[in-house]
């Protein structure tokens, strides 16, 4: 921007120069000159501060958000020339016209007509940018004098011509308070953007209104893309080095990171700009270059470029990208103005990010086109939310439920209360409320689904406090609370009923074993179990038991037992009989520790773990995956194919066909940053043991991101930051329809259809008689689950025998051990031969 009012910005997105000088060094892998360039070398890094000496600013668990954690990854874009028209205005009673939200003064308002008689709701206002850009958010400004006519609920819609709207590119709900607002959605070339209000916020009248609207260019997140095959590609470059060193262009399709292609440095030294073409030798779509900086040092990283491309080599068109990119190592995308069928991409760099030469240099160039939504399936729009989902969980009558912490965007302390919201997935509309009466700020909690439905919360901020939340009521209340204080424990109901927790000394008194419990529903009481210590089950965190012990995950069994499989290499088997015991169980396989990774109940007795890292954070993931097999006593572990691209923070979901997605994560896991994130999506099939890489997500999901199978077969993926006033505030989430749901077109495939002979209740052991419309080939129930911090033990999928009992009737069975089928809700799915699935019925077995 040139010289607006920094005022005119949301906080979120001001960069805060007192920060800095902390962690940015510690985010990015070490760099070293370039060897051989006569030429100055590159500033060294700033040393790191270790995260857990930096000053604490929200809460005593945490240090500060990482630097590049306080800066939009998407610029904020030039409003020279731009114009705004609303469909009413107010200029009787006051100036409300629309433009006040271009003049860079938060005093000045856009307001809805209200002078008699007002116009009614919904209001629309429109940005016309007056050129064709990548946009990926819209951020709003509210009034500075008063609350009225703050946005409720609300829509976005792009135009490239004004005309043709289209749906809407993302809806949602917004807090009722002063702080800017960020509404995201999928990048996309447009030149119009318009904010529709339906709803007040705080119901006080028709109205809307708005001091500023900024919108956000580029975050090199590009929505529903994948790799195009590099195969029979060449590159050639308009200089390249060939005296002092090998970089040749063909470097940036060799799939060695340490190869490299560099522009003629040798004296006398080629100039800027310098460009690279990519020649597929065939014609493809095309939606985005992928741009990943050399590894071993600085020089020639680029820094403004333009993207072009061609049909033939000669005729070169206008730039579908242009833009800058940052002065560091992580990889880089260009997201297209408009995707289009090409043979040639030409990269130019027009400047060195840091100034450091005349030079331009690459390790890896990939291009990446629209995904096929049979093969990868597809996004919905953005959904946003009045707080970041960090917890969620899956309830009855189609309904998501979710909460922060004591805040909407932030957390700390021990407040006693915490912000709820519930997602409608029929409507698409969200609800908040804040939850006071249970005196518990259930930020890091443990989270159980219980046997009769309801969601049992335990710890985090308010560290011994349990709240139970019944979905039949829409009530929260408050239950006995835990003898141990806990945050970042782990739970799982048992196949008795009860409910088990374990660990979690992120809060509570500090260098205390956090040893098992056990919450009677009975009696609502906790007994401890002390043969279960914590101790048995840590990983080797250099922080230790602070952050060894967090996110466990739990499988339960027959007879109240437990296996806890991970994150420590070391599995174990938990007996709740009594004070309980723990066992080992043996290693898992060859794995190392993996925190923040998942594991995932895929099939009776069988579960994937995959991906995490050694420590908590500041650790390289691992691209490793695992299977864990269950036969009686005896657990078996094995190394199945890797993950396409190493992660921590990641989210997995078991699907009704038996695959697991996942969602997520960063490769080098640091709280409340989006460097390093991983954007692909993954599917892993346990009939071939591997991963295939699904559509792209337009928002990255990191830390305190959560994932979820919704009751129609589909996923929510949503959440992540929740550190105050950053860039990596992601209050919103969107849906993704799996592949086995879509033809190539995009449309959705014909679908089996559970007629009746579901019970809202039925007793383990039962045989239900269930009616569909048409033929079905299996049934499967999925366990009703809620998703915090990467984990997720409620997960479980159970497939049923089913033998028909006549056209388009079938003989159901649940099974008779409640450690296979625990008690609690499920959704009961029915498949086709094709293993695409029905939606599904809600079932509580007991």
């Known amino acids: 921007m040139q010289s607006r009012r920094i005022p005119a910005l949301p906080r979120a997105i001001r960069r805060s120069y007192v920060l800095i000088v902390f962690a940015l060094g510690s985010l990015l892998v070490g760099v070293t000159p370039l060897l051989g360039v006569a030429s100055p070398a590159p500033a060294p890094r700033p040393a790191p501060v270790p995260f857990e ?35 009413d205005e107010e200029t009787a009673g006051e100036d409300g016209r629309a433009g006040h939200v271009l003049d860079g003064n938060n005093t000045t308002i856009w307001h809805s007509k209200w002078s008699a008689p007002a116009a009614p709701l919904p209001h629309s206002i429109t940005i016309d940018m007056h050129r064709t850009a990548v946009v990926s958010a819209l951020v709003y400004q509210p009034r500075t004098n008063g609350p009225n006519g703050r946005p409720g609920e609300y829509s976005l819609s792009v135009s490239t011509d004004g005309t043709s709207w289209g749906s809407p590119v993302a809806t949602g709900t917004l807090a009722d308070d002063a702080s800017a607002k960020t509404l995201g959605f999928a990048p996309q070339g447009a030149r119009f953007v318009r904010l529709t209000a339906l709803t007040e916020a705080g119901g006080r009248g028709p109205w809307t209104s708005a001091a ?10 590009p929505a529903a893309t994948v790799d195009l095959s590099r195969t029979g590609w060449t590159a050639t470059a308009g200089d390249e080095e060939t005296a002092g060193e090998n970089g040749r262009a063909g470097h940036v399709l060799d799939g060695d990171n340490t190869t490299i292609w560099h522009s003629k440095w040798s004296a006398p030294a080629a100039p ?99 995904a096929n939504p049979a093969a990868h399936g597809s996004w919905g729009r953005i959904t946003g939310f009045p707080l970041v989902p960090v917890a969620t ?51 890091c909690p443990g989270i159980v689904m ?30 006995t609370s835990m003898n141990i204080a806990r945050g970042y424990q782990a739970m799982t109901l048992l196949s008795t009923g009860e409910a088990f927790v374990l660990g979690g000394s992120w809060s509570g008194t500090a260098g205390t074993d956090k040893a098992g419990e056990v919450w009677s529903p009975d009696t609502r009481t906790w007994r401890t179990l002390p043969g279960v210590p914590a101790a048995p089950a840590l990983t080797a965190d250099p922080a230790g038991a602070y952050r060894a012990d967090n996110h466990m995950w739990l499988h339960a069994t027959s007879g109240g037992k437990v ?25 898992r396989a060859d794995s190392q520790d993996a925190m923040t990774g998942n594991a995932v109940a895929y099939d009776i007795g069988k579960l994937l773990t995959l991906g995490g890292s050694p420590a908590y954070e500041k650790s390289p993931a691992t691209r490793r995956a695992y299977t864990v097999g269950i036969d009686g006593s005896e657990v078996r572990a094995a190394r199945t194919g890797d993950l396409g691209h190493a992660r921590a923070f990641s989210n997995s979901v078991v699907l009704p066909d038996g695959k697991v997605a996942v969602f997520g994560g960063q490769a080098y896991p640091v709280p409340f940053s989006d460097a390093t994130s991983v954007l692909t999506p993954e599917l892993w099939d346990p009939a071939t043991g591997t991963f295939t890489p699904l559509a792209t997500m337009a928002i990255p999901r990191n830390y305190h991101s959560v994932a979820n199978l919704l009751p129609d077969g589909r996923i929510f993926s949503g959440g992540g930051g ?75 999928r159970v497939p049923l025998v089913a033998t028909a009992a006549g056209t388009g009737s079938y003989a159901v069975e649940l099974p008779a051990d409640k450690g296979v089928v625990l008690p609690g809700t499920y959704m009961l799915f029915a498949l086709d031969a094709q293993g695409v699935p029905s939606t599904a019925r809600f079932l509580t077995v007991s």
């Open 212 to 221: 500023e609207i900024n919108l956000l260019g580029d975050p090199g997140t």
């Open 393 to 443: 969980a899956v309830l009855p009558g189609d309904k998501l439920l979710a909460w922060s912490a004591y805040a909407l965007d932030r957390f700390g302390g021990s407040n006693g209360y915490t912000q709820t919201a519930i997602l409608d997935l029929r409507t698409g509309k969200v609800t908040q409320r804040r939850i006071d009466n249970t005196g518990h700020d259930m930020f």
């Open 563 to 587: 296996l806890q499989l991970g994150p420590s290499r070391q599995m174990n088997w938990i007996s709740t009989e009594g004070g309980g015991a723990i066992t080992a169980a043996g290693p």
């Open 53 to 87: 000496q930096q000053t604490a600013q929200t809460s005593p668990h945490h240090g500060i958000a990482p630097a590049n954690a306080l800066e939009p990854t998407a610029p904020v874009l030039d409003r020279t020339g731009w114009t705004a028209t609303a469909d």
């Open 450 to 479: 219980l046997a009769d439905g309801r969601v049992l919360v335990t710890g985090g901020s308010n560290a011994e406090k349990a709240s139970v939340y019944d979905p039949a009521t829409d009530t929260w209340s408050a239950t």
């Open 272 to 370: 800027l700009p310098h460009s690279i073409t990519i020649d597929m030798h065939r014609t493809a779509v095309v939606s985005a270059l992928v741009y990943q900086p050399r590894a071993d040092g600085a020089n020639g990283r680029a820094g403004a470029y333009t993207v072009t491309t061609s049909a033939d080599g000669v005729a070169y068109g206008a730039p579908v990208a242009a833009g800058t990119w940052r002065d560091d190592d992580t990889v880089k995308t260009a997201t297209f103005t408009r995707a289009g069928s090409t043979r040639f991409v030409r990269l130019t760099v027009t400047t060195e990010a840091g100034g450091r030469g005349p030079w331009t240099s690459a390790a890896e160039i990939r291009l990446s086109g629209p």
């Open 722 to 796: 929740l550190c105050g006033e950053c860039a990596t505030n992601h209050a919103d989430g969107a849906v993704f329809t799996p592949p086995y749901l879509l033809n190539p077109d995009g449309s959705e495939k014909a679908r089996p259809v559970i007629t009746g002979g579901v019970p809202s209740r039925a007793d383990a052991g039962t045989t239900l008689t269930v009616t569909t419309q048409g033929p079905v080939a299996s049934f499967v129930l999925m366990r009703a689950a809620a998703a915090t911090h990467s984990t997720d033990n409620d997960q479980r």
